[in-house]
């Protein structure tokens, strides 16, 4: 099957710098994509990785691994308006995309 | 500006009903998609469409049909809602060639 594997909670403190990890297992894979979704709101685009390495914008990084099977989104200096659910998304092909059951995201002061 | 909007925004209906979503894009994209997303499951696709005529099932198509008759609408129907189909629904465009997504405010449907 396919399957697209992160952590379902996550907590950190404001300033800090927090990581989260996808692990997937596609039939097809051609990219990894990251959203960011709000309580009560629409997800939206952060990043894509097609390539392995590390993407960076602003605050916000994306990894991929694709010998690893492996991703993860990097936050920098957290503040309190990061806190949300994040998705990791695969690209398995023709732009049709499985999601992660998402990680949520707990920034303390 | 660019949006993609859906209707309506809270739905109740009755088991056995058939219910239409609707969904429209004024991005001019080509690639239009159907989510439903319950609490542990994330995001899951219902339906997909590239362009005017071509519609694809996803990963959890039972139950639901699409149309696309023009570029700015994938019209979502159930078509005999059951309570299993209660979830919040998110219509998403994308540009050709491009994988960010861009969804729509969401529709949160109760079947009762």
């Known amino acids: 099957g396919q399957s697209l594997e992160q952590p379902s909670e996550v907590t950190a403190v404001e300033g800090a710098i927090v990581q989260i990890n996808c692990t997937y297992q596609t039939s097809g894979f051609y990219g990894l994509s990251w959203y960011q979704q709000h309580d009560g709101g629409a997800p939206t685009f952060l990043s894509y990785n097609a390539l392995d390495g590390l993407e960076e914008t602003g605050r916000f990084s994306s990894f991929l691994s694709r010998s690893d099977s492996y991703g993860y989104l990097l936050l920098q200096e957290l503040q309190m308006k990061d806190s949300a659910s994040y998705f990791c998304?695969?690209?398995?092909?023709?732009?049709?995309?499985?999601f992660g059951a998402g990680t949520r995201l707990f920034v303390k002061a | 500006d660019a949006e993609i909007t859906q209707s309506p925004r809270h739905k109740i209906t009755e088991t056995g009903r058939q219910v239409t979503l609707a969904c429209h894009q004024t991005?001019?994209?080509?690639?239009m998609f159907w989510y439903r997303q319950d609490l542990g499951h994330g995001l899951r696709l219902i339906h997909y469409?590239?362009?005017?005529?071509?519609?694809n099932k996803g990963e959890v198509s039972d139950g639901y049909s699409v149309s696309r008759s023009n570029t700015e609408d994938l019209p979502l129907t159930l078509e005999s809602a059951a309570s299993s189909q209660t979830s919040v629904y998110f219509c998403?465009?994308?540009?050709?060639?491009?994988?960010?997504?861009?969804f729509g405010p969401g529709t949160r449907l109760t079947v009762l």
């Open positions: 991005w001019n994209h080509n690639n």
């Open positions: 998304a695969g690209n398995t092909g023709g732009f049709k995309t499985i």
């Open positions: 998403a465009s994308s540009a050709t060639g491009d994988n960010e997504q861009f």
């Open positions: 469409s590239y362009g005017v005529q071509d519609t």
